[in-house]
């Protein structure tokens, strides 16, 4: 079987909803991924399925957000979220292909640093720190654990510290 990461295209947007509904079990991440493509921030190099063979077996979308601090200061970074792979083809290393591609694209996008939240025994493997070791807290009350940053580039978060902002569509998930 041969994988191909690329970037979305309108083709398979059916497709995409499908990967997410079936992998976590309901519609909610595949809401999420057509409501944020509607959004002006959205960033379609950074929305990539993982082809195998022809069929669309998973899913990787990066998105825009700020870290707002105390302040009022804003950085800019990009959350991961969601990424999905079809229930049939999971624990077979296609969602961290589609973990290592997407994170060369943002890094060739000059961004700087991801923000996710997620498993914490997956991430880590991919580089990923708690947010809180630099100060950076979510906005959901998620655990602490499962909150996380990775820097693309060597001290990109040092003293950054506040609370994400994600769009108003995650709030509907």
């Known amino acids: 079987m041969v994988l191909k990461i690329r970037p979305e295209n309108p083709s398979d947007y059916l497709a995409i909803t499908e990967v997410n509904d ?3 079990g309901q519609p909610a991440e595949g809401k999420l991924v057509e409501s944020l493509r509607k959004n002006p921030k959205f960033i379609p190099e950074l929305s ?7 069929r669309i077996a998973g899913h990787i979308l990066f998105f825009p957000v700020v870290i707002k601090s105390g302040n009022g200061e804003e950085k800019e970074t990009i959350s991961l979220a969601p990424v999905a792979v079809l229930p049939e083809f999971q624990k077979q290393g296609i969602g961290g292909e589609l973990i290592k591609e997407g994170l060369k694209a943002c890094q060739q996008l000059g961004y700087d640093s991801v923000i996710v939240l997620g498993h914490p025994e997956y991430y880590p493997k991919f580089g990923f720190k708690p947010a809180n070791k630099w100060g950076i807290r979510d906005p959901f009350g998620a655990p602490v654990e499962a909150f ?6 060597k001290g990109a978060l040092e003293g950054t510290g506040g609370i994400v902002e994600y769009p108003d569509e995650f709030n509907d998930v």
């Open 22 to 24: 079936l992998a976590f």
């Open 48 to 54: 990539l399925v993982a082809e195998l063979d022809g």
């Open 148 to 153: 996380m940053a990775l820097e693309l580039k």
